[in-house]
């Protein structure tokens, strides 16, 4: 059977869930028997979004490969078991960087180089870099919005995508928008009906649309939509806003008959659907047995979609341990002005995520102190690791100056700090130490009995780390090394003696964790919460009934 594809686009406005919609369909595929592979097209003009704030892109999402990504490739991952690569996301920027670079080469043999053939002909090659012989399905997802200027290139070659593999191997399906306009007591179908028109003007008929709605969608609509739009009415499928669960999406698409119009549709050979386990996934989601609060502290809080990957994390290992896991988002700079116990008071766990600049340390480092001192379990990653060491240094150690050189290129004890090859690095895109490294853990420690593994391979996007010159004189005051690099030289993890659970790690675990399989770290200090939450219960429960049964003299 040829590969075959489906293209998804989105009209109307941004943010409808494209991406998760891609990954649930890619998800419904797979749980039919297929082998399917995504990818992300993102037309802004940045190579990578690895050098954007996250206040204008949220997390920047990184592979095995080291590929910094665009967040919605999280939920490819975590929807699906499809291996992601740097081939699964291009910017404008990456196709006309390739271009022009081919250009300086002179392999182009003195031809005017245009947008169509070939930029269009460079987005068409990435399609198909992921059309092997292993795969039955691509799905590629278009970013933005149609009638974007800058997603043109993009839509001009998908157009012509089918054409060179034959229009019975393409699917097109438009994620759309039918708001509802509480003063007229209406769905409006008319802004759908503008964003299909005009992907009809550039050469695409959508087979499929999804229509996100807030409420249910009346036959009316939907036989209104069809025939403005010439896609046939059991294409037109709704996916309702959700109640509850980002979870619910792939299920609402089955009930909606998705699956089985695209297999109909791109006439696949699959086999009946087997999704019973994320049917008891969101029962476990529905239906909690316990509840913990866990502080998140960091300097992109505003943001929500900043530390994605994290609270996904902590979703997870709430699910895997039947808990509801409640985030506290607490912008780093409110603990330095208020004051940690005022901030961070009755808190079951607090975890400093990664981060960069000096904006906020001060504020993480105070709610590190909190959490050593407190006995609260902790949970740092990267940036959360280098700031334990900060805090631990300086407060325990004695060395009131430390600091890493990220944050003060002087400081006398720089117990963060830059190695060898990281100083000549100048250019800021994509230099890190990045992508998938492993770690050797030390018998016993939290780290080893969390993964039941000595060896263990996770995520990295860092410049700095631990200073080495000072690991013994911490390991003397508790702070012990529990995974290094497989040559001892690199601390990736640490962890406090006289404490709960202190853990951090240089690495990023939150890239691989997935709603099905928590990652261990998270469900090992989501854990510890739990039992701080539960002993301080009884605590309480003991005190009240000291002090009911406590004898008042008359
Ligand atoms: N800024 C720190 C570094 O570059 C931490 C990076 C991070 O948290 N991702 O090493």
């Known amino acids: ?45 940045n190579v990578d979004p690895g050098t954007m704030s996250p206040y204008q892109h949220g997390e920047v999402y990184v592979l095995d490969d080291g590929a910094e990504t665009d967040l919605d490739l999280g939920h490819y991952e975590r929807f699906t078991n499809a291996p992601l690569s740097r081939d699964c996301n291009y910017t404008t920027g990456r196709i006309y960087l390739s271009v022009i670079e081919k250009e300086r080469r002179g392999d182009y043999l003195g031809r005017t180089i245009q947008v169509i053939p070939h930029i269009t002909d460079e987005i068409k090659g990435a399609v198909r870099k992921l059309r092997t012989d292993d795969v039955d399905v691509v799905i590629t997802e278009i970013g933005g919005t149609v009638g974007d200027i800058e997603g043109m290139p993009f839509l001009e070659a998908i157009r012509q995508f089918s054409l060179d593999v034959g229009k019975q191997n393409c699917l097109y399906i438009h994620l759309t928008l039918i708001p509802y306009l509480k003063a007229a007591r209406e769905a409006k179908t008319k802004p759908t009906q503008h964003s299909v028109s005009e992907l009809r003007a550039i050469g695409i008929q959508p087979d499929i649309l999804i229509c996100r709605t807030e409420r249910e969608m009346s036959k009316e ?137 000096d904006r906020g340390i001060a504020g993480k480092i105070e709610a590190i102190r909190f959490a050593r001192e407190r006995q609260v379990p902790y949970f740092g990653i990267c940036l959360g690791l280098q ?43 994509g230099t890190m130490r990045l992508g998938s490294y492993p770690c050797l853990l030390t018998e016993g420690s939290h780290a080893h009995r969390a993964y039941g593994s000595l060896e263990v391979k996770e995520r990295h996007r860092h410049r700095y780390e631990f200073n080495n010159q000072y690991r013994q004189q911490f390991a003397a005051h508790g702070m012990k090394v529990t995974g290094t690099s497989p040559d001892g030289k690199l601390v990736e993890v640490i962890e406090l003696t006289n404490h709960p659970w202190f853990l951090a790690v240089q690495c990023h675990p939150e890239f691989k964790s997935k709603p ?10 989501v854990q510890a919460a739990l039992t701080r939450r539960e002993g301080k219960k009884k605590e309480n429960e003991a005190a009240r009934v000291r002090s009911a049964t406590a004898v008042t003299p008359a």
């Open 516 to 525: 099905i399989q928590a990652h261990p770290l998270f469900r090992g200090f």
């Open 1 to 45: 059977m040829p590969c075959k594809h489906i293209f998804v686009t989105g009209g109307v406005v941004s943010s409808l869930g494209k991406g998760l919609t891609s990954a649930s369909i890619g998800m419904l595929l797979e749980r039919r028997g297929l082998r399917v592979r995504l990818q992300k097209f993102d037309p802004y003009i």
């Open 387 to 429: 700031t334990a060491v900060i805090e631990f240094a300086r407060n325990v150690v004695g060395l009131e100056d430390a600091n890493s050189t990220e944050m003060d290129g002087n400081c006398p004890h720089p117990v963060v700090c830059l190695l060898d090859e990281q100083f000549a690095i100048t250019h800021k895109g």
């Open 221 to 357: 609509d939907a036989e209104k939509i069809a025939q403005f739009t010439n896609v046939e009415l059991r294409a037109v499928i709704e996916e309702r806003d959700k109640e509850f669960s980002i979870y619910e999406v792939p299920l609402s698409l089955v009930s909606n008959k998705l699956d089985e119009l695209i297999v109909e549709k791109l006439g696949l050979r699959a086999r009946s659907l087997e999704i019973d386990d994320w049917r008891q996934l969101l029962h476990r989601v529905m239906h909690p047995e316990h509840e913990v609060t866990i502080a998140v502290v960091g300097k992109y809080i505003k943001h929500h979609d900043a530390y994605k990957s994290i609270y996904e994390a902590l979703d997870h290992a709430g699910i895997a341990l039947s808990s509801r896991v409640l985030v506290r988002k607490v912008e780093a700079e409110e603990v330095e002005r208020e004051g940690a116990e005022r901030v961070l008071g009755g808190i079951d766990g607090i975890l400093v995520p990664g981060g960069f600049g």
